[in-house]
């Protein structure tokens, strides 16, 4: 069963840095691309970034480039997703998710969310 | 920049009825780049349709998409109580985009 698990939720104040993981399980993670999706408190979805596992390939939403890194260590199946100096507007659930890898551009399988509060 | 606008916005529509869900791209896409997700409050989004019109593993036939160019459609059928949710378009043109939302409500 593919499954995709991510970190658990973290309170953070203004400028300090976080990093938050996604843990992939079920098929051979270095085959694929792993995203991230944010959604803040009541909004929509939004496309953050994505990078393939197998190389680091990583591309950027035009909206996040320059204000996140996007990060995998394949030797242990493992996304991850970070700041270096977070903004009270950081606060949003974040979710993980994979592309399919037929060449459709859709994420069949998503963590169950990280959610972020910044807050001082 | 892809930008995906649904409509509406919200939806409300009695148990039985049809749902027809409007997603309109700032530019043609093609439709193999064309997805549908359902949230649940408190839940992760789910797949529903892919290529514009492949139902994901599991879902039933009571939910079709259809569309090409800049105009795609997700209908649901036979609408049950537990079709409330939020329902998103998603695109890829030169990158991923994601429209808005149609919050669906059964009454």
């Known amino acids: 069963e593919v499954q995709l698990v991510q970190s658990g939720a973290e309170v953070k104040k203004p400028g300090e840095s976080l990093k938050i993981s996604c843990w992939g399980s079920g098929y051979s993670f270095s085959d694929y691309w792993i995203g991230w999706v944010r959604q803040m408190p009541g909004k929509g979805l939004e496309w953050m970034g994505i990078i393939y596992v197998g190389d680091s390939n990583t591309r950027y939403s035009p909206s996040f480039q320059g204000q996140v890194t996007i990060s995998v260590d394949k030797s242990i199946n493992t996304a991850y997703l970070q700041w270096s100096s977070l903004k009270a507007s950081d606060t949003a659930m974040y979710y993980c998710?994979?592309?399919?890898?037929?060449?459709?551009?859709?994420?069949?399988?998503w963590g169950q969310g990280s959610l972020v509060t910044v807050s001082s | 920049e892809l930008v995906l606008t649904q409509s509406p916005v919200t939806l409300s529509l009695s148990p039985g009825e049809r749902a027809t869900l409007s997603c309109r791209a700032s530019q043609s896409v093609s439709s193999s780049y064309s997805a549908w997700y359902q949230q649940k409050p408190g839940q992760a989004p789910r797949l529903l349709i892919y290529?514009?019109?492949s139902r994901a593993t599991g879902i039933p036939d009571r939910f079709s998409g259809s569309g090409s160019g800049t105009d795609y459609t997700l209908t649901i059928n036979r609408l049950e109580p537990e079709d409330s949710a939020v329902y998103y378009c998603?695109?890829?043109?030169?990158?991923?985009?994601f429209g808005g939302g149609t919050k669906l409500e059964i009454k």
């Open positions: 290529g514009a019109s």
């Open positions: 998710v994979r592309r399919d890898n037929f060449g459709w551009y859709f994420f069949d399988y």
């Open positions: 998603q695109q890829y043109g030169s990158s991923f985009a």
